[in-house]
């Protein structure tokens, strides 16, 4: 498991469907193909909630997305926010 990157979060980060109930944020992560967990192949994942990204974005700094508005911010290393980890 590692840090993603910023563009790999982005590719996460997909609009969910206005009119789909199971959906409760703008934005979710799509499941894997197939995964009968998520039949519907989405899932509610950090919509609105900053996460680390591997992306250097200079000394000290690391690039964030912003799970509910697709955004990439800056933040310094020593700030506290969420992660996520892919393989």
Not at 45 to 66: F, L, M, N, Q
Request: hydrophobic share 30%; proline share 5%.
């Amino acid at each position: 498991m590692r840090l993603p990157t910023s563009a790999k979060l982005k590719a996460l980060v997909v609009y969910a469907n206005e009119g789909d109930t199971a959906i409760s944020r703008k934005h979710t992560i799509v499941a894997p193909e197939g995964d009968a967990r998520y039949p519907s192949g989405r899932y509610g994942w950090g919509g609105g909630s900053p996460y680390w990204s591997h992306t250097v974005a200079g000394r000290g700094k690391h690039e964030v997305i912003d799970l509910g508005s697709g955004r990439a911010s800056t933040f310094h290393d020593s700030f506290r926010t969420c992660v996520s980890c892919v393989r």
